[in-house]
């Protein structure tokens, strides 16, 4: 980041003050008059030294004047891929100085023609600094306020710009820096200048006059003409939709539907091409990339299942063995940053960090699968029962009697308030009629739709079931595993002997995995990755780089359309990690649609109105919240970040926002939430629940949504993956065989009987599928070197206003507050859910971290 000491607002360079910026310093010996309080004459700096007064015999010659000079420095990088010691023709150019092109534009007209003041230009020329460009300029007097840089690319190949920084001479305090992070286009391409602004923020009806007509081009480079191909080097923004996932013309298998566009599967809408990797974009981002096709070799030969757990527990005492040492040396860059990698191991082994759940079997145990139900990597999903026994809206002819297979009998006198972690009546059947009839066919994915029910309790969950005691007098679990073609369902309990015990625990390993799916599916991929695209894209096209909306969600919506392509590539994409490591395979994508048309609604997507709406939060008169159920760390702790941000953003709005008309009538503003509703999510956008926003109070919340999804909620559904479902069996991706017990499979159930373990096994994910996911989980639960977290660093347009700066120094204050209410919760021996023997800290949305896989920390924005 920028240290604030050379951070100041717009550049004035001669003549009069401005509220735009600082004032350039002058010589201590040139002063001017001005008439101060109560008519009496003072001295002041001047502001600027832009003229002299020559005396010939103590007379007063002309004035002569002197134009101020002023360095500009730029800080570049090549495109990825491309050294400049390699560049041929652009390095021919740097030698005959023919780089960049600046051109300072002044915020203010000439007030004599009403025009636009002459701009100031200069080129930069390459210097021994790497990426370095350096260029003089000499301001005329009267130029006032610097704006905006115009920058020109002078070679043959787009170039990244970081920054550009104008300073007077050598002193660094004066320095003036415009925040670039962009690609600029050579002008062999495209003719047009890039614009740059100053890290001011105007709202459309306080731009600069001067400024105003940038200001719209821009935007209007920003949307394009909506006609034509849009070639690589253009900034146009646009929505597409999801028709690349397969690839039917290379494989016919690959044919997977288009989503979004249609009532079957609707679909928020996707950039129709993602930029090159940015600099900020580590390894890490495309570690997918290199570590996968490095084990691919070995993977092929793991088809079969793992002969006993003895051999799971030696992935990580022994470390996955590698054919060639070429193979482990193909990864050694990448993996350094996400896996346990010994550096100076003579073995083609690599070796595999310990997740910090599973060990010594926890998982097995039902106390242990019912807290992590509602303290793990899904606590988004469990809902409070308000009737039961639960009712399937499915067509009975199908899917059997609408009851859901509960026993009627032993639950009619159930009380209401049970706590549901299943996804409908039936588990995925209520998303989809035609989708569970499919799933079936898959030979690898889990034909059964399982659900379990949790009862609760004043501060914790148990697993609900069929009426056996339980040994805290509370019932004990139960778990349906529901036939979806047949018209059969069964209730699984845990037994009074071993069969039964054994039963249970292969029930629950199927609950899990329909979880898993769920959950990477929807509660992780769709409602951060894909529903936060729309908006990163609409304010692209809609809002100003000046907008204060624009530069507050900016460090918001950092590489998440960088890391979709990737998922589009490697993750959910035909054959991909997805479909052949995680229920329900090829159909992945279509239940994440159909979730996306029954389930999806922004207003719920705030963390409040979430909790409300799933019953585990009631709204008192006062408006305050009270949870269902105490200690539910993700509630506890995210309500916390909530209103963190929630303040932040209301004292940032209101810095900007004057009143209610003022929100209203922005233009940019409203064209931003027109796009997002009509464009972004079109397929929902008659729906009634849309926020309008038309006052400061719908801006706010409407902004602390976004920032939420994109920080709070992705963070706590996404970095402990590795530490969750890094022992895959407490919580397998995927269930690969029937239950022993169903259509009459009698030679399953032999087997069973003689060795249940086995059986278990067989239903786990195979070792191919079991090392692709482990690797995969580990690099998308890593934090970057460079990860940028919530309240930690300020922008420098934030910097640049001192109640914006403010404000958000109370921000980074109260989410250093958090860090150390998280570790008081996690050390509370009354939140079982958090505390106790063998028991992990919830630590999902403790608030900051250090690189690698940590299992907690907030990033600003979904950048893996």
């Not at 010996?29 to 020559?54: D, K, L, N």
């Not at 027109?674 to 409407?702: I, Y």
């Amino acid at each position: 980041m920028i240290h604030l000491n050379h951070l100041k607002h717009a550049l004035v360079l001669p003549a009069q003050s401005n509220n735009v910026g600082s004032l350039l310093p002058s010589p201590p010996s040139a002063t001017r008059r001005v008439v101060g309080a109560g008519g009496r004459r003072q001295s002041m700096p001047r502001i600027s030294c832009c003229s002299a007064t020559e005396e010939v015999g103590g007379v007063s010659s002309l004035t002569v004047e002197k134009a101020l000079t002023v360095k500009g420095t730029v800080e570049a990088a090549p495109a990825i891929g491309q050294m400049y010691a390699t560049r041929g023709l652009d390095d021919f150019s740097d030698l005959f100085g023919k780089t960049l092109l600046l051109e300072l534009v002044s915020s203010e007209l000439d007030p004599k023609t009403g025009q636009e003041k002459p701009r100031v230009t200069g080129f930069a020329h390459r210097t021994l600094v790497e990426g370095r460009y350096e260029a003089e300029f000499k301001v005329p007097p009267s130029f006032g306020p610097v704006g905006a840089v115009l920058v020109e690319n002078e070679h043959h190949k787009e170039m990244f710009i970081k920054e550009i920084k104008l300073t007077t001479g050598d002193d660094e305090s004066t320095a003036v820096t415009f925040d670039c992070n962009s690609w600029v286009h050579s002008k062999f391409d495209n003719k047009e200048k890039r614009i740059f602004f100053t890290i001011k923020s105007y709202l459309p009806s306080s731009t600069p006059k001067a400024l105003e007509v940038l200001r719209k081009k821009d935007l209007e480079a920003l949307r394009g003409d909506g006609h034509g191909e849009r070639k690589c080097f253009e900034r146009v923004y646009d929505y597409d939709v999801y028709n690349d996932l397969g690839d039917p013309d290379k494989n016919p298998a690959h044919q997977r539907p288009v989503l979004g566009g249609s009532q079957q599967y609707p679909y928020p809408r996707p950039f129709s091409e993602v930029k090159q990797l940015t600099f900020g974009a580590t390894t890490l981002r495309s570690g997918l990339h290199m570590v996968l096709p490095a084990l691919r070799p070995m993977l092929l030969q793991k088809e079969l299942c793992f002969p006993h757990f003895p051999a799971i527990d030696s992935l990580y005492s022994e470390g996955i063995p590698l054919p060639t040492q070429a193979s482990l040396d193909s990864v050694r860059s990448v993996i350094p940053r996400v896996l346990k990698l010994v550096e100076h191991t003579t073995d083609n082994v690599l070796p595999i960090r310990s997740p910090r759940h599973g060990r010594e079997f926890a998982w097995f145990k039902d106390e242990e699968f019912a807290r992590q139900t509602i303290a793990g990597l899904n606590p988004v999903c469990i809902q409070l029962l308000t009737e039961f026994p639960i009712m399937s809206k499915l067509d009975p002819a199908v899917y059997g009697p609408p009851e859901s297979g509960h026993h009627q009998g032993a639950h009619r006198d159930a009380d209401k308030g049970r706590l549901d972690s299943g996804r409908g009546p039936g588990g995925e059947a209520a998303l989809h009629p035609g989708l569970p009839r499919r799933v079936p066919a898959l030979r690898a994915q889990g034909p059964r739709a399982p659900r379990h029910d949790a009862l609760r309790l004043p501060h914790r969950l148990l697993p609900h079931g069929s009426g056996h005691a339980h040994a805290a007098g509370h019932r004990a679990g139960a778990a349906q595993v529901s036939h979806a073609a047949a018209l059969e369902a069964r209730l699984h309990a845990p037994g009074p002997d071993a069969t039964g015990a054994w039963l249970w625990k292969l029930a629950k390993a199927n609950v899990l995995a329909h979880d898993t799916g769920y959950h990477q599916l929807v509660s992780h991929w769709l409602r951060t990755h894909a529903c936060v695209e729309p908006y990163i894209i609409a304010a692209n096209r809609q809002l100003s780089r000046m907008h204060p909306v624009y530069r507050l969600l900016h460090p918001h919506f950092r590489y998440t359309m960088e890391i979709n392509a990737l998922a589009r590539e490697s993750l959910i994409n035909a054959d991909g990690i997805i479909e052949e490591s995680f229920w329900p395979g090829k159909y992945s994508i279509e239940l994440s649609a159909v979730a996306y048309g029954l389930t999806w609604r922004f207003d719920t997507e705030a963390l409040p109105n979430d909790l409300v709406k799933r019953g585990l939060a009631v709204r008192k008169e006062d408006g305050e919240l009270e949870l269902t159920i105490k200690d539910y760390p993700y509630a506890n702790d995210g309500l916390k970040v909530w209103d963190s941000i929630k303040q932040w953003v209301t004292d940032y709005v209101k810095v900007y926002y004057k009143s209610d008309e003022d929100v209203a009538g922005d233009p940019e503003l409203q064209a931003f939430w027109d796009d997002v509703r009509t464009k972004g999510h079109a397929d929902k956008k008659d729906e009634p629940w849309w926020p309008v926003l038309d006052n400061r109070d719908s801006l706010v919340e409407t902004l602390t949504t976004i920032i939420w999804v994109t920080s709070g909620h992705h963070a706590a559904v996404n970095f402990g993956q590795y530490h969750f479902g890094g022992y895959f069996p407490n919580r397998p991706t995927t269930i690969r065989r029937n239950m022993p017990v169903e259509e009459n499979r009698d030679e399953d159930m032999n087997k069973f009987m003689a060795q249940p373990e086995m059986t278990l096994l067989q239903m786990l994910p195979n070792q191919m599928q079991a090392i692709k996911v482990m690797t995969t989980l580990d690099i998308l639960s890593a934090h970057s070197p460079d990860e940028e977290y919530l309240g930690e660093h300020a922008e420098p347009s934030w910097l640049a206003e001192p109640m914006v700066k403010a404000a958000f120094e109370k921000f980074c204050g109260r989410m250093k507050e958090i860090e150390g209410y998280v570790d008081e919760c996690n050390n509370n021996p009354e939140l079982r859910n958090r505390c106790g023997a063998g028991i992990v800290p919830y630590e999902l949305l403790k608030p900051f971290s250090k690189p690698g896989v940590t299992g907690r920390g907030i990033p600003n924005s979904i950048s893996i």
